[in-house]
């Protein structure tokens, strides 16, 4: 049921398929829901010390010096099914702390498809962003993710395609493929590296000196592999920044502080 459920959402958005690298959310997502009738509640913050001074597009709000606030409450379903969303809030220099925009969410999690360790799903997002966030003000994301995690290690891949649903580059896609590989330390804790790019259109791919990727260290405070969480509480803190032409910070602090309930 979820793969089909999986498969359907995926053909019925493609046809729908503006975003960049999202500054709000950083994050790869792996397969974790809450479990049925059971609330979750995530904090991202982040915070750009070193970025672009001047707008992007007109009326936009540049990162420099930003700091951007996240909420995310989400409720379990089904154990394939998750629903969320998001409120979002920044704090920028000169013009104070501002209402960022909010996003609804499904995520939907198939059974193991490559057998024990293996995982695939789709997060599927609808938001609307004021004039000084994004250009255009209606979108969707599209975040397929899929990988493997063992004792010892976790690969994890999102090819996301980003769609505006308004403006003049409506109903493009756009490629921002983000990835993941963390080593499980046994120590209650994991070192990674986290990978986001913005690639351009699908049907106009970037040239490289213009693609924007960004690159952080993170890691996750958890359980040893393979016992039962004793603990509600996720987080994840990185630094990074991005390399290359279209990357418009270049050293950001991030966390993911979660509690479930």
């Given at each position: ?36 009738g059971h609330l979750g509640l995530e904090l991202h913050t982040n915070y750009t010390v070193s970025g672009a001074r001047e ?28 629903l969320g969303g998001y409120l979002q809030l920044m704090d920028a220099p000169q013009h104070g702390v501002r209402y960022a ?103 106009a791919i970037r040239p490289l000196r213009d693609q924007a990727h960004y690159l952080f260290g993170v890691v996750d405070v ?40």
């Amino acid at each position: 049921m979820p793969a089909r459920c999986i498969a359907a959402a995926l053909l019925a958005l493609w046809a729908l398929p503006s975003a960049a690298f999202d500054r709000f959310e950083i994050q790869v997502y792996q397969p974790e829901l809450n479990e049925p009738g059971h609330l979750g509640l995530e904090l991202h913050t982040n915070y750009t010390v070193s970025g672009a001074r001047e707008p992007g597009f007109p009326g936009e709000i540049p990162p420099w010096h930003t700091g951007r606030f996240t909420l995310e409450p989400a409720l379990g379903v089904t154990p394939w099914l998750e629903l969320g969303g998001y409120l979002q809030l920044m704090d920028a220099p000169q013009h104070g702390v501002r209402y960022a925009g909010s996003k609804l969410r499904a995520k939907l999690v198939a059974p193991p498809p490559f057998g024990e360790g293996s995982f695939l799903g789709v997060n599927l997002e609808l938001g609307w962003f004021p004039a000084e966030v994004e250009q255009d003000p209606w979108s969707t994301e599209i975040r397929p993710f899929l990988g493997w995690k063992g004792r010892w290690l976790l690969v994890d891949v999102n090819p996301i395609l980003g769609v505006a649903l308004s403006g003049k580059d409506a109903f493009r896609v756009a490629l921002e493929p983000a990835a993941k590989v963390a080593f499980d330390a046994q120590l209650g804790f994991a070192v990674g590296v986290e990978y986001y790019a913005e690639l351009g259109f699908i049907d106009a791919i970037r040239p490289l000196r213009d693609q924007a990727h960004y690159l952080f260290g993170v890691v996750d405070v958890l359980e040893s592999y393979g016992q039962r969480s004793s603990s509600p509480w996720e987080i994840n803190l990185g630094v990074g920044g991005g390399l290359g032409g279209g990357a418009d910070q270049q050293l950001i602090l991030k966390s993911i502080v979660g509690r479930s309930f």
